[in-house]
């Protein structure tokens, strides 16, 4: 699998933030793809470091779109979705590219708790093309 530093849109990166548990990139549009770390479980405080993190790069006003970028296997807790919306969280847009037993399992378990839908891809350029259209939408409605 491709990873970001890989792929022509790392040239577009606003900032990278990284992480005991993986490494996010922050593009220009909302625009968050994360590569987490091998073998890593990923629980709520972790994700608050994001949560926070895009707060203060994008600020309250931008739509998130997040893709998971799955080059790794690791963990996440699904039942950490309820603690989005608890703390009043909201990621717009999610997709995930991975083609894993353990990706598709993850994923099924993370729908039960994710309250808007879950994009599956299987490489990071169509997971890319995806987010872009999204967030040129989101962001110029005129031109959609």
Known sequence: MKRVKEHNIYNSIREIREFDFGVFYFFTGGIIISEMNEGVLFKWKDALKIVLAAEEIYGLEIPIIYVANRINSYYVVPSNWVMFYRNRTKMAHYGVVGQTRGSFASI??????????????????????WAKNISEKALWPDKG
């Open 108 to 129: 099924l378990l993370e729908k039960l708790f994710f309250k808007n839908s879950i994009a599956q891809f299987k490489n990071l350029d169509q997971a890319i093309t």
